[in-house]
Each structure stands twice: as structure tokens, then as C-alpha cells.
């Protein structure tokens, strides 16, 4: 555990900062995610010209409208059919899925300081009437220092896999009888001050109910901050993060690319107690990404190592799932994701999913395709399934899955978007 306590000690020394955690585009919910919207402030330039600033943040209002109608079917076991023979009682589930959904942003620029975004989305069935997405605004001081104060989701580190070192989503433990508070959407704080080609990042948020009136206590709030320099061979990223009731965490990111190749490396520090640590954790990864053919086929290859035990995350809700509390898998984990796109009427886009853990002897194999045959219709089809052992995190827990280690996936989508602006 020495290179644990020297790498805490290299984070005191250094001050903590903002990258958006890269989206995976392996990640089979994320196909019918509605539309993302940059909710990064760039940085700006300190000798920027002032009637260039104010050009860009020009007063108005910008109305984003987007619609998606997702039907099929996703048939599935209980069992696998390879352990049929093992006397188990096999249900069959056939999920129907039938979903339409819209998303009405309102992004208004008051003035060159001022910009607030709303995002009121809805959808059926079944009905539950009107839902508040994103909702912020952000003030800009001088162009020296950014703030972004409200309700949504913000991401740190690479890994486009198992995101361990986004310290912004874990929650505590769970455990029986606790109210478990700080476990839902996000609400944050957010300082960003550039320095030269990098910055600081100061948060404080809360993932107490505060929807439902809940008033955060201080004791509730998490704090972190992040230093980000990108130097001209790699990206470096240093943070930290600590709320009470959860462990201190650390982590180093770094990014670089050599050749067409990107590597990314990162590095997690764990203290169980601050205030009397009596034990360290800890975990790290290193992976690649690398397109070939003109861009044709990608491939993303990562091994993860976790030390840390009992370690939970906030997975935010989308389109198909629900959101969620799920566990870190510990031990040895291998990630393999692959996507090739073909040309011609379509374009079809096949894609291999793939995901093994060596503590478990569980593995995640996730084969389909995707194509686009017409405007705005996208047809899914996808075969989820377990491997490995039948007692393995895999077959019995992954959220991927649904208790349901064989299935297939049938989808079509209808989606699109308007946007329109008016500039005073």
C-alpha cells in the first residue's frame, strides 16, 4: 500500500479540475438516449476582445424541441439456454416496449454574464405529467471566473467502461434500515477558473431529494475540485472528492495520443475514514482506442483492477432504464468493445459489446447492429447475454440484463429535432 499513501500525498501538494467524461458509444442504452446538450461553458481566452464576447453571448433566447417514438419487443429467460439441462426452472419474459417522449429546452442568454437552461421533458405511457431535465443557469465574471449553479449531472475522468474515477456519481454504502438520502439526481455548484491551457474546478452538490422538498444539511453536501493541464504530449487531470459518511476518494487521469492511437491511464486512491483512516483501497485501469479503415472500425480495449470493496455508483435515468444504484465489480475486469460501419443503404452499423470479470468468471457479450434506412427511423436488433458462471455478477446481478441472462432486443425509433433562436 506504499504507492497508495505516496499518491495522496502527491494530490495534497497539488490543487484539484473539468473534463466531461468521453460517452460510450458501445453503451447500448446510449443509442436511444434523447439528444445531449453541451452544458460545458468553454473556456475563454483572457485577452479575448470584448466585442467578440459579445458576439458569441449575444442576448436571446433558443427554443430546442426533440421527439422520439420507441417501440418493440425484448424476449428473454431466466436461464441460459446452456443450462437448461441443469433441472432449473426457465421463465420466459417478453417485455413489449412502447414509449414516445419529447424534450422542450429553453435556453435563454439574459446577458453576457447571465444564461439560464431549462429542460421540461414528458413522456407516455404512462403519463406522469411534465418532468424538469436540466435546469441551471451559468454567470460569467469577467471572463475570469465561470459559475454553474443547479440540477444536473456532471462527469469526471475517461473510461468510457467502468467510469470509476467520476467521483461526482458515487453514493454510500447501502445498507438495511437507512434512509439512504444522497442516492438521486444531482444538484451542484460548479466554479471553474481557466489558467492558461488548463484550470480549476471547484463542486459542491447534493444528491439528497431535493425535488420533493428536502433541504440539504451541510452535512449532506459533497466537495471536491480538479486540476486539469494539457501539456503537449497529454492531458492530465488531478482530483479529489469527500462527503462525510463516504470514504476520501483521489484519482489521476491521463490521456495522450501516439500516432492515430489514444491511450488513457487512470489511478484511484481510497481512505476509508479521513478522520481515522484504518484502511486504503484503491483501483486503476489502462485502455486504448484506435480507429482503422478511414474510420470504419473502432476498437476499445481497458483492463481494470478495483481494490476498493463495497463501492456504489448513481446511474442517471434515461430513455429505457430507470435510474439506478449499482455496484463496482471488484478484482480483475476486461472491457472489449468493437464497432464496424458499412456503407451503402442505411448505413448498417454493427457493433460487439463485451465485458469479463475474473474474480466473478462472469462475462457480458453483447453482439447487434443498427441501421438507418430511412430519415429519422433507426432499426436496433442486439442478443444480451451472460457467460461464464452461472453465479457469476453477470447472470445474476448486471443491470444490463435484467434477471434475464439470454435475451434478444428488437427496437425501432422515430426521433428528430427543431431548433430556433431569436437574437435581440
Known amino acids: 500500500m506504499k504507492w497508495f499513501a505516496a499518491f495522496l500525498g502527491l494530490l495534497v501538494v497539488m490543487n484539484p479540475c473539468a473534463q466531461e467524461n468521453a460517452s460510450s458509444d458501445f453503451n447500448i442504452d446510449s443509442l436511444f438516449n434523447l439528444p445531449d446538450y453541451d452544458l460545458e461553458e468553454e473556456s475563454e481566452n483572457e485577452t479575448a476582445d470584448v466585442s467578440i464576447t459579445s458576439f458569441v453571448k449575444r442576448r436571446g433566447i433558443i427554443l430546442d424541441a426533440s421527439f422520439e417514438f420507441i417501440g418493440g419487443i425484448m424476449p428473454g429467460w431466466k436461464e441460459a439456454p446452456w443450462f437448461e439441462n441443469e433441472g432449473r426452472e426457465n421463465f420466459f419474459f417478453n417485455q413489449k416496449i412502447l414509449k414516445m417522449s419529447s424534450s422542450f429546452v429553453i435556453d435563454a442568454q439574459i446577458s453576457e454574464a447571465f444564461r439560464v437552461l431549462t429542460n421540461i421533458t414528458f413522456t407516455v405511457p404512462p403519463y406522469s405529467g411534465f418532468g424538469l431535465g436540466d435546469f441551471f443557469f451559468d454567470y460569467n465574471m ?129 481512505i476509508d475514514d479521513i478522520k481515522s483512516p484504518k484502511k486504503l483501497g484503491g483501483a486503476a485501469n489502462i485502455g486504448i482506442y484506435r480507429d482503422f479503415f478511414n474510420n470504419k472500425l473502432s476498437i476499445n480495449g481497458e483492463m481494470f483492477y478495483n481494490a476498493e470493496k463495497g463501492a456504489y455508483w448513481y446511474s442517471p435515468e434515461t430513455n429505457v432504464m430507470k435510474d439506478e444504484i449499482l455496484p463496482y465489480l471488484e478484482g480483475f475486469n476486461f472491457a472489449l468493445n468493437l464497432i464496424y460501419r458499412f456503407k451503402g443503404i442505411g448505413p448498417p452499423r454493427f457493433f460487439i459489446q463485451t465485458r469479463y470479470s475474473v474474480t466473478e468468471k462472469s462475462a457480458l457479450f453483447i453482439p447487434g447492429f443498427r441501421l438507418t434506412p430511412f430519415q429519422n427511423f433507426e432499426f436496433y436488433f442486439a442478443v444480451p447475454m451472460a457467460l461464464g458462471s452461472s453465479s457469476g455478477f453477470y447472470y445474476k446481478k448486471s443491470s444490463e440484463l435484467k434477471d434475464r441472462p439470454f435475451s434478444v432486443a428488437l427496437l425501432v425509433t422515430l426521433k428528430g429535432g427543431l431548433r430556433m433562436g431569436y437574437y435581440y
Open 142 to 270: 469577467y471572463n475570469k471566473v465561470f459559475y454553474r449553479v443547479g440540477k444536473y449531472e456532471h462527469t469526471w475522468g475517461i473510461s468510457p467502461n467502468y467510469s470509476f474515477t467520476n467521483l461526482l456519481s458515487r453514493v454510500p454504502e447501502r445498507k438495511k434500515d437507512d434512509e439512504n438520502l444522497y442516492s438521486g439526481e444531482a444538484f451542484t455548484f460548479k466554479i471553474d477558473i481557466p489558467i492558461k491551457i488548463g484550470g480549476i474546478q471547484l463542486i459542491a452538490m447534493t444528491r439528497d431529494p431535493v425535488m420533493d422538498g428536502y433541504v440539504p444539511r451541510v452535512r449532506s453536501l459533497g466537495y471536491g475540485a480538479k486540476y486539469n493541464i494539457a501539456l503537449p504530449r497529454i492531458d492530465l487531470d488531478i482530483g479529489s472528492f469527500y462527503k462525510e459518511d463516504m470514504a476520501f476518494r483521489s484519482f489521476i487521469s491521463l490521456k495522450s495520443t501516439i500516432g492515430k492511437t489514444e491511450l488513457y491511464n487512470e489511478w484511484l486512491a481510497v
